[in-house]
T-cell receptor
Framework: KNQVEQSPQSLIILEGKNCTLQ??????????LRWYKQDTGRGPVSLTI?????NTKSNGRYTATLDADTKQSSLHITASQLSDSASYIC???????????FGDGTTLTVKP | DAGVTQSPTHLIKTRGQQVTLRCSPK?????VSWYQQALGQGPQFIFQ???????QRGNFPDRFSGHQFPNYSSELNVNALLLGDSALYLC?????????????FGPGTRLTVL
């Protein structure tokens, strides 16, 4: 069964600090992995997408890594801002037309 | 470009009633997917429409049905509402059915079943 596990479930950090969110998956055969940011009451917005051959991809202060061998990904947020407070969802897609699998997300709270 | 739009924003229904949610995809997109998101959880895939046909379906009962119109807009219908159907319903669109194509999500419809 395809699964995506995210950790931690929630995280509180102070403004300006860095943090790392984790995503482990069992989706196979792997096609791509996306990280989404979802603000409260809004739809998710894509931050990065990574394929099998990509190890690192950055989008501003967000840097995603992928280890396809261990089936793990991380999202590192640098110099956090209050606006980073949101849920971060990892989504893994298999090859072919099968549906993507969503994680339950990590809720990040950035405090001043 | 308005992006993906959904209506209504909020909806309150009672058990046993039926509800229809609407979605207009982002301009140029022909594939629409619907998701149910309970509080504190990730979105759960309901189904995907492409070329006016249901192409994929998640683990949802037949009470959940949908439709895609020639202009690519879509409806989600839920019959015989249960308390457990209370959730945020998200619509997402993309160009083509390939998994690499980015999905753009709408703001969602918050459904409350009393």
């Amino acid at each position: 069964k395809n699964q995506v596990e995210q950790s931690p479930q929630s995280l509180i950090i102070l403004e300006g600090k860095n943090c790392t969110l984790q995503c482990n998956y069992t989706v196979s055969p792997f096609s791509n992995l996306r990280w989404y940011k979802q603000d409260t009451g809004r739809g998710p917005v894509s931050l990065t997408i990574m394929t099998f051959s990509e190890n690192t991809k950055s989008n501003g202060r967000y840097t995603a890594t992928l280890d396809a061998d261990t089936k793990q990904s991380s999202l590192h947020i640098t110099a956090s801002q209050l606006s980073d407070s949101a849920s971060y969802i990892c989504v893994v897609s298999p090859q072919g037309v099968s549906k993507s699998t969503f994680g339950d997300g990590t809720t990040l709270t950035v405090k001043p | 470009d308005a992006g993906v739009t959904q209506s209504p924003t909020h909806l309150i229904k009672t058990r046993g009633q039926q509800v229809t949610l609407r979605c207009s995809p982002k301009s140029g997109h022909d594939t629409v997917s619907w998701y149910q998101q309970a509080l504190g959880q990730g979105p759960q895939f309901i189904f995907q429409y492409y070329e006016e046909e249901e192409r994929q379906r998640g683990n949802f009962p037949d009470r959940f049905s949908g439709h895609q119109f020639p202009n690519y807009s879509s409806e989600l219908n839920v019959n015989a509402l249960l308390l457990g159907d209370s959730a945020l319903y998200l619509c997402a669109s993309k160009g083509g059915s390939g998994s690499y194509n980015e999905q753009f999500f709408g703001p969602g419809t918050r459904l409350t079943v009393l």
